[in-house]
């Protein structure tokens, strides 16, 4: 059965930090990342890498993200740090046996979601 498992999600004050992990079975998988819908919002990407190492970042998350993978797990990571109130949202993952997808459409697989809430 292939499935994404997520955790790490919970509250923070602005400007604390958070990890979520989200570990992979059933499949292999080239491409792992994460995305995030916030309520009224569409689900948009936050961070994406590969099995090689390639990496994209959203312009928003750049410099206080940091995605990193573990091959031999099948795990992938989302070290956040500097947190904002608008970085609130339900955080997915979402896995592709290929190469980055062009959209959120092309995910072969994606976790059930965690809620990261960032508030005073």
């Known amino acids: 059965q292939v499935q994404l498992v997520e955790s790490g999600g919970g509250l923070v004050q602005p400007g604390g930090s958070l990890r979520l992990s989200c570990a992979a079975s059933?499949?292999?998988?080239?491409?792992m990342g994460w995305y995030r819908q916030a309520p009224g919002k569409q689900r948009a990407l936050v961070s994406v890498?590969?099995?090689?190492?390639?990496?994209n970042y959203a312009d928003s998350v750049k410099g206080r993200f940091t995605i990193s993978r573990d091959n031999a797990k099948s795990t992938v990571y989302l070290q956040m740090n500097s947190l904002k109130p608008e970085d609130t949202a339900v955080y997915s993952c979402?896995?592709?046996?290929?190469?980055?997808?062009?959209?959120?459409?092309?995910?072969?697989?994606w976790g059930q979601g965690t809620q990261v809430t960032v508030s005073s």
């Open positions: 059933g499949s292999i998988f080239n491409t």
């Open positions: 890498i590969t099995s090689g190492g390639r990496i």
């Open positions: 979402a896995a592709a046996r290929g190469a980055i997808p062009t959209n959120k459409y092309e995910y072969d697989t």
